[in-house]
């Protein structure tokens, strides 16, 4: 069993930085893939950044050159790396492990962009 917890979160003003990261309680080694997703008010879950265990990224489009997906397995961590934010990136950030058998989910963190 993999607990996930997100930290970072915050208020920003757009063009502003935040970083974000996600700890896990058991080895997060073994997950094949580690990811954020966002979920806005109103709106689906979405993609943000995926990273799997070969090292291969995958980003939303809407992220593209902006935000960095990260990890750490030594400490058990994923981040986030938020440049150039914009309003529109304003939602709950969401750190998600898979396994070949298994998805673990955080509980979230609140980001928040200021035009």
């Known amino acids: 069993q993999v607990q996930l917890v997100e930290s970072g979160g915050g208020v920003v003003q757009a063009g502003g930085s935040l970083r974000l990261s996600c700890a896990a309680s058991?080895?997060?080694?073994?997950?094949?893939?580690m990811g954020w997703y966002r979920q806005a008010p109103g709106k689906q879950r979405d993609l943000v950044a995926t990273?799997?265990?070969?090292?291969?990224?995958n980003y939303a489009d809407s992220v593209k050159g902006r935000f960095t997906i990260s990890r750490d397995n030594a400490k058990n961590t994923v981040h986030l790396q938020m440049n150039t934010l914009k309003p529109e990136d304003t939602a709950v950030y969401y750190c998600?492990?898979?396994?070949?058998?298994?998805?673990?989910w955080g509980q979230g963190t609140q980001v928040t962009v200021s035009s």
């Open positions: 998600h492990a898979a396994s070949l058998t298994n998805n673990y």
């Open positions: 990273l799997n265990s070969g090292g291969r990224t």
């Open positions: 058991g080895s997060i080694f073994m997950m094949n893939v």
